[in-house]
Every structure is written in structure tokens, then in C-alpha cells.
């Protein structure tokens, strides 16, 4: 069984540029739940993707968007990089709709924005 | 706008003893709660859960507590080990799925 992986590890952008972040989930799942993560704060939900719609989102910006593929793996999207979008990205896989609701997360992603 | 609240940063607690982790929570549409394990450098581990229709759930050595009318949920790790020193967070997800997390605990066993 594979875990949930994400890419890159590391990202240094500049303010104004555009970021993708990768994350595939764990082998049989069919959700992907997205989280921002600022030093010294719990993961703050920015959306979850559901048979590759929207399922649920956060208090973010209509500049963080996302997309889940047919295999479920799924895409983080920020435009117009500011300064405090330099974060942790966790993503996380679950099976939906069998109660449990666990999740399971990658590593993440850590962005800087310079 | 923290909706789900982790008072104590940190907590020390000698090997073989109870550690109890506190959460607090303000909205009272959370349905579903939830205790992440996370040691550095790595993503969140899944502990335990409980459904807000339950007061308590009981893992092995983990046990959560609901208590609704308090808005308080705790985690009981009896006996405690020192592997069980990492950041634990408590989360809360409400009927429109959104989920919601606190800042941590950083629980340190003392062998």
C-alpha cells in the first residue's frame, strides 16, 4: 500500500508569481483535502476534492484553487503569491462516505515567498 | 476566528503515567472530532476519533472524552511511553465538511 505523497518538498517563489503543488493519495482513496500550515499554527482547511469536484472549503482566497484527476490525485493552485502564503501544504487522502473520515497526510510542501 | 482551541502549547508527563490532552471548541455544528499525532518533519498521523453522537472512544492506550454541553474534548494516553512525545493536534469537522484544527500540544514522557 503507497502512502499519500506531495511535490516538491522545498519551493522558494517571489511575490506576484504563480505555485502548483502535487499530491497523490494513498492507493485506494477517493477524496483529497488540502491545509496550509503557518509556523507555530495547527493546519488551517483550505478545500477538499471529491470524485475530482469540490467537497467543502475553508476561509481562502478564490486564489487558491484545485483540481483532483480521474486517478485522484490532486493539484494545489496559488496565484498572486503574497508573503504570508509562505506555509507548510499538507495534503491528505481519505476514503469518503464510510464514516470513519480518516485521513492520512503526506509530508507536505514547504513554499517561501520572497 | 479559532474555532477549535488547544490551551496548553506544552505538557510533560513522566513514563507510565496518564497524559491528558485538552481541546475546546466553539461551534456547536461540529459533528465529527478527531486527535492527530505529528512528529518533525512529517505529516500528521491519525490517532483516534469520536462522533459528536458518542462521549467517549477508547483505541488501545487512547482514549477520547466528548463532552458536548462543555464543549470539551480530551485525549487520555494511560500509560504513557516515551514514543509518545510529538505534537498532538485535536480537530473538528462540521456539517458543511470543513475542518477545522487546533495550534497543538507538544507532549514530552519523561523514561
Known amino acids: 500500500e503507497t502512502g499519500v505523497t506531495q511535490s516538491p518538498t522545498h519551493l522558494i517563489k517571489t511575490r506576484g508569481q504563480q505555485v502548483t503543488l502535487r499530491c497523490s493519495s494513498q492507493s485506494g482513496h477517493n477524496t483529497v483535502s488540502w491545509y496550509q500550515q503557518a509556523l507555530g499554527q495547527g493546519p488551517q482547511f483550505i478545500f477538499q476534492?471529491?470524485?475530482?469536484?469540490?467537497?467543502g472549503r475553508g476561509n481562502f482566497p478564490p486564489r487558491f484553487s484545485g483540481l483532483q484527476f480521474p486517478n485522484y490525485s490532486s493539484e494545489l493552485n496559488v496565484n498572486a503569491l503574497e508573503l504570508d502564503d509562505s506555509a507548510l501544504y499538507l495534503c491528505?487522502?481519505?476514503?469518503?462516505?464510510?464514516?470513519?473520515?480518516?485521513?492520512?497526510f503526506g509530508p507536505g510542501t514547504r513554499l517561501t515567498v520572497l | 476566528d479559532q474555532q477549535v482551541k488547544q490551551n496548553s502549547p506544552s505538557l510533560s508527563v513522566q513514563e507510565g503515567r496518564i497524559s491528558i490532552l485538552n481541546c475546546d471548541y466553539t461551534n456547536s455544528m461540529f459533528d465529527y472530532f478527531l486527535w492527530y499525532k505529528k512528529y518533525p518533519a512529517e505529516g500528521p498521523t491519525f490517532l483516534i476519533s469520536?462522533?459528536?453522537?458518542?462521549d467517549k472512544n477508547e483505541d488501545g492506550r487512547f482514549t477520547v472524552f466528548l463532552n458536548k454541553s462543555a464543549k470539551h474534548l480530551s485525549l487520555h494516553i494511560v500509560p504513557s511511553q516515551p514514543g509518545d512525545s510529538a505534537v498532538y493536534f485535536c480537530a473538528a469537522r462540521n456539517t458543511g465538511n470543513q475542518f477545522y484544527f487546533g495550534t497543538g500540544t507538544s507532549l514530552t514522557v519523561i523514561p
Open positions: 469520536i462522533s459528536s453522537i458518542k
Open positions: 491528505a487522502s481519505s476514503l469518503y462516505g464510510i464514516g470513519t473520515d480518516t485521513q492520512y
Open positions: 476534492y471529491y470524485r475530482e469536484e469540490e467537497n
